[in-house]
């Protein structure tokens, strides 16, 4: 989707595509950023007053004072389970409430005990508990540095960037001040600081943006010694890596739908995820910054613009600083509320953060598979056509999408009554070969009769719910009841676009800062009015099947924590191969931060792709999370098949080898249920350490490489690279039928990849596909490991219950020497000799028909 | 090796009927002769022949498993008695999904199929008859619509011949008009020479001189004012704007008024420089030199007379160009080979869907009518776009109006087989690509007719 406005005044100033970047501020442009990237390190006025400490069992409280104006702060200190620090930084006494983001941790973090090691007059030792880990309190200037035994991990204020914009009374003049004798003094006291320009209103664009509240922003600044490498933070359209932003803007996060985005710089996108890892060989370490205020992150490195021949040179002379990565966080309102999550591994940062905002929510089976979306699917007859290409073609595809032309005059909820007049029958007729529908759902609201906050928006003038108010969520949730939404059934699943929110006549295309929600302005819930639209709308889901059903929903907004209602897609990227390029590294940068499911439009949303483009763009599409084709209304049609016998053939061999993988797909959407490790990964988060010892096979000719060299792949259009890591045991199902749903009792193949110990581990977790039973235990989970030539599936949830009629019909194993024999034992004792073939030039063991089933315990020796 | 087997097939085990394999056709029943072994059709590899049909793909080609799903390249073939048989994709098989109308393909699923070929048949046969009929009637139809096109295409090329009978008559009678018209230029001019040629080329010039004073000099009072300046002398680049008192003054040579003499030799030069100032509508003045002669009277007028005769004969010989030149242009587009689709041209055919209205003009244009009132072309006649075999199935018409990302608007029109002539249907799967089905007796094709229903019976 893209924005008419935007879209029209584009094309008639330009006539060329590519964003406006006058449409969205710099941080020159926005006030408080460029207030606090004012200030200078070093300089910092903030001093620790010691004898205000009280340290209960869990929780240290301290108050700051700032030498410049005397207000005073209020710290708070915890030590949480699991290797994390929070650090909250308040006023001690504003003059009003100051916003605290609700709703994204899934609880108050359990605390640990905190220890007071030492103390004297320039400041406080604590333990944080285990593997002397300490924090020391310095209190002139006031700064935190987080130890383990000798070495610093993490240190803040160590710039004394911290700032904290006090709340206060607008200042007009003594003589109109209609206020308390006290309010006046403070006041006039508050003259005597500088006033700047844009404190107590701003203009951008002819949007003005009263500020009531005046000035409010905070600041902090983190330094990570020993670290080079710092990632996450999305939604940016960059490289994995965070850049160092000494020479432009910072990294910002402020969720907008920006028309035609660019790549490779800071720009805000459409979502924001506060969290950022710090990685080095030795260790990995995070933060989260909670707050869901427009939010700017400057990162700058000692080492950045070093060669490599510099840092040599370091090396050999023993010379220079360490290597030390700085950040400095910048919000314009709320409290400072980080979370320190001190790892020391990037599995642990995982579930570290996961035990704060929870996991990836666990999808139904089919929406791993393949999404056929276009904007838009004409009508009934123009569904049930594609439905039939796939068919025609022998494609699979699990789901058809419905852009807003499906509406009553984008009257969501509704279907254009000439259009779509039947829609049960269409959804009746996409269920009897067991498809899916996903139709989207915006959260503005056509205004027919007015309404309380109104913008512009696809109907035209439009209302916008107020979605963090918990009722309006409740309504909103209700009206997916089947009896509420008419034409809808259990197929029918949701997709949330246009929830940054879009506003087309709105400043930066959003909502008004100084609108309100409730006692909170728009500033402070900004970059969570995503995840409450779609926290709303899954629970919609989940409600209208009574909480059976497992919910899907698509949304383009997100926060820290919209992991939990389902996917995200990377917006309106364009038919472009740099754009290819950069949906690699946009869903590496979600997984990190916990939001695995995340795809790009295949093909490219703006724009027509070459077809080389699109088959390559399907290849690359059917190995990332979500995987699903997506046009835009002004382009040509691009449905596999309407490109030559050849293209089609490869965009079914694309798609089907998806849904080869399903089973793994699957599996893994588990474990990252479980312990929030992202399923698409970069390779230092699996090896920290040294990948050289590995071997690796490939997928489809089973030709092994060594590793620890460079290999030049040679490739051709049907060619998609993919390795298996010796080691690994993968499932798949290699009966590829119309959608997922048809394969759901088909036997298993199992790809078992040796490493040079001749060993392999991998899992299979198999349950009904759709419902939330597997919270009741109706699953199977199970261990499969090769390890001294016998292959066994053992239980892993001995407690869990499910029968599957799923059996193991081939069993290749890689990089194998020929046996003599081979005997499955199944666990009522008998034993029955296996059939095998021996591919002598490939090392490859196949092993047909085992026939046992993929529920029980077995085992299989080779001899 | 393929042979071989096949011999012994034959020789051995020929003629014993063999327990009944799941998924094939009666023509492939010979490479599954029950003995030993089984060699993969493709050849590729023999197995025991138990592991026909045992639900384990050995065969690359998908040969060993007919009746189940377990190869990624088989087929399973549906007999379909009372239908039609045909092959599904082995992934069809037990996958829960009634595909076969005999139900065959789900022998070991839950979906619970019926039967339903006697019934498909029914509908098959009945949908086929109408066809039969619609073709036979559309064949009826398109021969008269063929006689037409032919008596239609000789009434064209005979009004072609007539017009162009016209055109040389008109021809002959504008050269003639030209000359007339030559000759009538010629006398207007020799009678304005005789005119002129009895005074010098002072007394000529003088005579002009004095003629222009005198044509200036509005009230004949041997004097020019401002006021005659300002009504009869114009700027050369603004014949517009009266020229302001200023001006004027400055022509008379800064005075209030000029006489003959002073006119000879100060706006008389200015005026025969013509690129300053001019005397309006010289014409008039011209004609107010003439006007003086009754000979030169008559023979303008003759001039005029014969202008304007040469001009209708003009015109009228244009107009019939044109005509002839459309005629050609619509005799120069192929109405197929015995001008059948002669008859459409100068037809229009209305659809309304939803909102819009449809035109299909064929070889002329398609527009769209919003409910609105707006149209909008969606292409002119392009060309004949079908396939090889039958390029008169598609016709493309390009070049409607501008699309709002680039690119104009464009219309494919499929023809099929009707008994009347209508627009069907109309769609537009992508932006500013419509297409249109247009159903046509012209379109029946007697080659449909071979095309009947085979059911294994």
């Not at chain 1, 999305?234 to 969720?255: S, W």
């Not at chain 1, 997922?740 to 009904?768: F, K, W």
């Not at chain 2, 019926?114 to 009826?140: F, H, I, K, P, S």
């Amino acid at each position: 989707m893209a924005t008419v406005l935007v879209l029209w005044l584009a094309v008639c100033l330009s006539g060329t595509l590519a964003v406006d970047k006058g449409n969205f501020k710099t941080c020159d442009q926005s006030a408080f950023c460029k207030r606090q990237r004012a200030l200078k390190p070093g300089e910092s006025p903030y001093r620790a007053l010691l004898e205000t400490m009280e340290l209960t069992k869990t929780r240290l409280t301290l108050q700051l004072t700032n030498d410049n104006n005397k207000v005073r702060l209020l710290l708070e200190l915890y030590r949480l389970q699991g290797n994390m620090t929070r650090v909250k930084i308040n006023e001690l006494k504003p003059l009003k409430p100051r916003y605290e983001v609700p709703d994204v941790l899934i609880r108050e973090p359990p605390t640990e005990p905190l220890s007071l090691l030492s103390q004297d007059e320039n400041g406080v030792v604590l333990s944080l508990g285990v593997e002397s880990q300490r924090v020391i309190v310095s209190a002139r200037p006031f700064r935190l540095d987080i130890m383990e035994g000798r070495e610093v991990l993490m240190s803040l204020n160590s710039r004394g960037l911290l700032a904290f914009e006090h709340l206060r009374i607008v200042y007009i003049a003594l003589n109109l001040c209609q206020c308390s004798l006290f309010a006046c003094q403070k006041a006039k006291e508050e003259e005597e600081e500088k006033e700047e320009e844009g404190m107590w209103e701003e203009t951008f664009k002819s949007h003005s943006d009263g500020k009531p509240n005046g000035p409010s922003a905070i600041s902090l600044d983190f330094s990570w010694p020993g670290v080079e490498h710092v990632y996450g933070i999305p939604e940016h359209a960059d490289t994995l890596r965070l850049k160092t932003t000494d020479n432009g803007d910072p990294y910002r996060l402020y969720n907008l739908d920006v028309f035609q985005y660019e790549l490779y710089n800071p720009m805000a996108l459409y979502g924001a995820v506060p969290v950022m890892l710090a990685h080095s060989a030795q260790r990995t370490t995070g933060i989260f910054w909670l707050n869901a205020a427009e939010t700017w992150v400057d990162i700058s490195s000692n080492t950045a613009g070093k060669t490599v021949f510099g840092k040599m040179l370091d090396y050999v002379q023993g010379s220079s600083e360490i290597p030390q990565t700085d950040v400095r966080w910048i919000s314009e309102s709320g409290i400072i509320d980080v979370f320190i999550m001190l790892g020391p591994t990037p599995k642990d940062i995982f579930s570290q953060y996961a035990s704060l905002t929870g996991t990836q929510s666990f999808p139904p089976l089919a929406a791993l598979a393949y999404h056929q979306c276009r904007w838009n699917y004409n009508d009934q007859e123009d569904v049930q056509t594609v439905d039939a290409g796939f068919d025609e073609h022998d494609i699979p595809y699990d789901f058809i999408w419905l852009d807003i032309e499906h509406t009553d005059g984008k009257r969501y909820f509704t279907w254009d009554q000439h259009k779509f007049a039947t829609p049960k029958d269409m959804l009746q007729g996409l269920m009897d070969k067991k498809r899916k529908m996903v139709a989207i759902v915006d959260p503005h609201i056509k205004v027919d009769n007015g309404g309380d906050y109104e913008g512009w928006c696809w109907p035209g003038s439009a209302g916008y719910p107020d979605f963090t108010r918990a009722d309006m969520r409740d309504w909103w949730a209700s009206q997916f009841a089947y009896d509420q939404y008419e034409g809808s059934m259990e197929n029918l699943y949701t997709w949330n676009d246009m929830n940054e929110p879009s506003v087309f006549n709105g400043p930066e295309v959003t909502m008004h800062k100084d609108a309100v929600h409730g006692e909170w302005e728009h500033r402070d819930v900004h970059n969570m009015y995503g995840f409450y639209v779609q926290m709303a709308t899954a629970e919609g889901l989940i409600q209208r099947s009574g909480g059976v059903e497992r919910p899907f929903v698509l949304t383009r907004a997100f926060f820290a924590g919209s992991q939990r209602y389902g996917a995200v897609w990377t917006g309106d990227n364009a038919a472009e191969w740099d754009h290819l390029k950069i949906s690699i590294p946009m869903c590496l940068s979600l997984g990190l931060v916990g939001i695995s499911f995340c795809g790009a439009d295949v093909g490219g949303f703006f724009k027509t792709p070459s077809t080389e483009l699109l088959v390559r763009w399907y290849q690359t599409g059917a190995y990332q999370p979500f995987f699903r084709a997506h046009a835009h209304l002004d382009t040509p049609r691009r449905e596999p098949w309407l490109f030559g016998p050849e293209n089609t053939a490869l965009i079914r061999e694309a798609v089907r080898q998806r849904y080869t993988l399903l089973p793994y797909w699957y599996q893994q959407f588990y474990n990252t249920h479980h312990t929030g490790e992202p399923v698409m990964r970069p390779l230092w988060v699996e090896y920290p350490q040294d990948p050289a010892t590995f071997v690796w096979f490939d997928v489809h000719t089973f030709q092994k490489h060594n590793g620890a060299q460079n290999l030049y792949i040679p490739v051709t259009m049907s060619s998609i690279p993919v390795f298996q890591r010796g080691g690994s045991i993968i499932p798949r199902k290699l009966r590829v039928r119309r959608s997922s749903t048809c394969m759901e009792h088909d036997p298993y193949t199992l790809h078992v990849a040796l490493n040079l110990q001749r060993a392999a581990v991998g899992e299979l977790y198999i349950d009904d596909g759709h419902t939330f039973n597997y919270d009741k235990k109706e699953f199977i989970y199970r261990r499969l490991t090769f390890a001294n030539n016998i292959l066994s599936s053992v239980n892993l949830a001995p407690d869990a219950q499910f029968s599957t009629r799923s059996w193991i019909e081939r069993i290749v194993i890689l990089g194998a020497s020929k046996p003599s024999k081979v005997t499955l034992k199944t666990p009522d004792g008998q034993e029955s000799q296996v059939e095998f073939d021996f591919d002598a030039s490939m090392s490859v063991l196949t092993l047909r028909k085992p026939g046992m089933n993929a529920g029980l315990d077995w085992t299989i020796a080779l001899q | 090796m393929r042979l071989h087997v096949f011999i012994v097939a034959v020789f051995c085990c020929g003629f014993v009927d063999s327990r009944k394999i799941r998924g094939i056709s009666s023509s492939y029943k010979r490479f599954y002769k029950e003995k030993k072994s089984f060699l993969c059709i493709d050849g590729s590899k023999i197995i025991p022949f138990e592991q026909v049909n045992d639900d384990y793909c050995d065969c690359e080609d998908g040969s060993d498993e007919p009746g189940t799903s377990a190869c990624p390249r088989g087929r399973f073939y549906c007999t379909n008695l009372g239908f039609r048989p045909h092959y599904i994709p082995s992934s069809r098989v037990n996958d829960g999904i009634c595909d076969c109308c005999d139900a065959s393909d789900e022998y070991n699923s839950h979906a619970r199929c019926q039967n339903t070929c006697w019934n498909l048949g029914q509908q098959e046969r009945a949908y086929v008859e109408g066809q039969m009929r619609t073709l036979d009637e559309g064949l009826q139809l398109k021969q008269q619509l063929i006689e037409e096109g032919v008596l239609l295409w000789r009434e064209k090329q005979a009004q072609l011949r007539d017009l162009q009978q016209v055109a040389e008559d008109l021809q002959i009678k504008l050269e003639e008009h030209r000359r007339r018209k030559h000759e009538a230029d010629r006398l207007k001019e020799q009678t304005l020479k005789a005119l002129e040629a009895g005074d010098s080329d002072l007394k000529r010039q003088n005579g002009t001189v004095s003629s222009t004073f005198k044509l200036l000099d509005s009230n004949k009072d041997g004097s020019i004012t401002v006021e005659e300046v300002q009504a009869r002398v114009t700027l050369v680049h603004d014949e517009e704007r009266i020229l302001s008192e200023d001006e004027a003054v400055a022509l008379l040579g800064g005075g209030h008024q000029m006489d003959l003499f002073k006119f000879q030799h100060m706006l008389w030069d200015i005026l025969t420089r013509g690129d300053k100032v001019k005397i309006k509508d010289t014409h008039s003045a011209a004609g107010g030199l003439v006007g003086e002669d009754p000979h030169l009277q008559a023979a303008d007028r003759a001039a005029e007379w014969e202008a304007t005769n040469l001009k209708k004969v003009e015109e009228a010989y244009d107009t019939v160009n044109t005509e002839i030149s459309d005629l050609q242009k619509l005799l120069t587009i192929d109405y197929g080979p015995d001008w059948e689709f002669l008859f459409l041209n100068s037809q229009c055919y209305k659809l309304k869907v939803y909102e819009y209205t449809y035109t299909l003009c064929p070889f002329n244009q398609v527009t769209q009518k919003s409910s609105a009132g707006t149209e909008v072309s969606l292409g002119k006649w392009g060309m004949w776009a079908g396939t090889p075999k039958d390029q008169y199935s598609q016709m493309v018409y390009e070049n409607g109006e501008p699309c709002w990302q680039g690119g104009s608007r464009s219309t494919t029109v499929t023809l099929t087989c009707g008994t009347e002539t209508a627009l069907r249907s109309v769609k537009e799967p992508s932006k500013c690509q419509y297409i249109m089905d247009f159903q046509t007796p012209v379109a029946c094709q007697p080659v449909l007719k071979q095309r009947g229903i085979h059911s294994e019976l």
